[in-house]
């Protein structure tokens, strides 16, 4: 899996916003992708991990090109899991 640099605040912060969306069920494909990436067999914390990869990227993309937040973008990015969304792109 392709690391991206280790901003220990950065990544308590992204996996606050994903346990957060868990809690609190918004988006609903946020649970969703969790327990289909541990039924694929991956731990616990690896799923939350790659799904706190997908709101990164998400953020970054909004912050970088200045587009606004974009449900169907994050949503097929969850679905596209365990490929993360920077994958594939140079």
Request: charged content about 30%; overall charge positive.
């Amino acid at each position: 899996m392709a690391k991206r640099p280790h901003i220990p605040v950065l990544r308590r912060s992204l996996l606050e916003v994903v346990e957060n969306q868990l809690r609190e069920g918004t988006p609903p494909e946020t649970r969703a992708t969790l327990d289909r990436l541990m039924a694929e067999g991956f731990a616990r914390e690896q799923a939350v991990e790659l799904i706190a990869c997908v709101v990164s990227s998400e953020i970054f993309d909004v912050l970088k090109n200045g587009r606004p937040y974009q449900a169907p973008r994050y949503l097929a990015a969850l679905r596209a899991l365990p490929r993360l969304p920077w994958e594939g792109k140079e």
